[in-house]
């Protein structure tokens, strides 16, 4: 048990709260006047002014209550207990005062581990002075301490789901991760065995041609040079160790292996443009990449689609990627949230220094768009 206790004491805060924006302001605003016109359509509300003043300097609270939960519980529950001092010891309550179970929600969902046992702390101990003082019958009691544990459990289960969902995206971006260390090692292999060879051929012919040598180092050194910034891109991926696959990576040039027809399903045409046979191995491996996943996304998702285009263009700085299809519109490639093929494909132009975007057609249909520096990721 007491281990438990220590582990959530010791839980940090989740990353990146949502910031307060113009939906909180709304919702603030119409709370404010919400408790103002239960103030004028209930007369018979207890200590009415004090009700309304209290429910309307206690709504703002809202505002802070994912980056600062705590102390807007504190001031929140606080006020509460020590209200009744103003009124004779009943507890001026309105019904726009439900709003303030956001505070326990956000306390659980957003606070750390020894915040969110003080804040619990605060409202049990707010709970048990109104059953001292308002003599609430067991139903009542047991009825607003289960409304108060609901909001407590929703903020949990809210907090735990995004904590579990982040996992799952950290593991897809590792899979992609090792997927592209893989195709990095090739270029590399590559890069080293041409060094070798050139190497060779200086020894072999230094005897006779002395120059040979000369050339041999220059080639080495170029090769040598590629060969470090393809390695420190290696580096920055930062694959598990494990067994590389050591089959050859695919090019550019094997995007004609993606064209024709399957025996069911749209026909899938290519056209590559502009010069790519002296891209970097690693950037056309990476373009093939992004386009066979598209290419099977399409193949998957796209409804009644009868043609996939996959469009290749390559310029002086950059290579770029186009695959749309015609099918209908469909819920499921509409929800990049949901899939997480399109996470691992702007992974993977991430590490290459580049963008990958995915979206719906304006009138049918869904496209993929990817750019990629022609040298790749700045080392």
């Keep these: 048990m007491l281990p438990l206790l220590r582990s959530l004491w010791d839980e940090p805060r989740p990353a990146r709260p949502p910031r307060r924006g113009r939906r909180d ?13 239960e103030g004028v359509l209930r007369p018979d509300l207890p200590w009415r002014t004090v009700s309304v003043i209290l429910t309307v300097a206690l709504v703002p609270t ?38 303030l179970l956001l505070l326990p929600y956000s306390l659980f969902r957003w606070g750390a581990g020894r915040e969110a046992v003080i804040g619990l702390a605060i409202i049990l101990g707010r709970a048990c002075l109104s059953a001292v003082v308002d003599h609430p019958g067991a139903g009542d009691l047991i009825g607003g301490l289960a409304i ?5 459990a929703l903020g949990l289960a809210f907090r735990y789901r995004a904590r579990a969902r982040r996992r799952e995206l950290d593991h897809v971006k590792l899979l992609e991760r090792e997927q592209l260390a893989r195709d990095l090692h090739d270029t590399v292999a590559h890069h080293v065995s041409a060094m070798a060879i050139r190497a060779q051929a200086g ?43 050591l089959a050859p990576g695919q090019r550019i040039a094997d995007l004609e292996q993606l064209a024709g027809r399957a025996r069911s399903g749209p026909s899938v045409d290519v056209e590559i443009h502009g010069d790519v046979d002296d891209l970097r191995p690693s950037v056309g491996t990476a373009i093939y990449r992004l386009a ?41 490639p509409a929800a990049p949230s949901q899939g997480y093929g399109l996470i691992g494909m702007a992974e993977r132009a991430d590490l290459h220094g580049g963008t990958c975007e995915a979206g719906p057609n304006p009138d049918r249909g869904w496209t993929v768009t ?9 080392t």
């Excluded at 180092?217 to 590389?244: G, T, Y």
Aim: one cysteine or more; glycine letters at 4%; hydrophobic letters at 50%.
């Design 25 to 37: 302001w709304a919702l603030v605003g119409l709370l404010v006047a919400l408790a103002v016109l």
């Design 148 to 152: 108060l544990f609901s909001a407590v």
């Design 62 to 99: 809202l505002l802070w209550r994912r980056s600062r939960p705590l102390p807007m519980v504190a001031i929140a529950f606080g006020a509460m207990s020590l209200a009744p001092l103003l009124t004779g010891g009943d507890s001026p309550e309105t019904y726009t005062m439900v709003c």
């Design 203 to 245: 020894i072999a012919t230094s005897a006779t041609r002395p120059s040979a040598a000369t050339e041999a180092l220059v080639l080495i050194e170029s090769e040598a040079s590629r060969a470090l910034a393809e390695m420190r891109a290696l580096v920055r991926v930062l694959r598990q160790d494990q067994p590389a696959d």
């Design 292 to 332: 066979q996943e598209s290419v099977t996304n399409a193949l998957r998702h796209a409804r009644h689609a009868t043609r996939i285009e996959v469009r290749v263009s390559a310029d002086d700085t950059s290579v770029r990627l186009r695959v749309s299809d015609d099918g209908d519109p469909s819920p499921v």
């Design 370 to 378: 990817a750019v990629l520096p022609r040298k790749g990721a700045a």
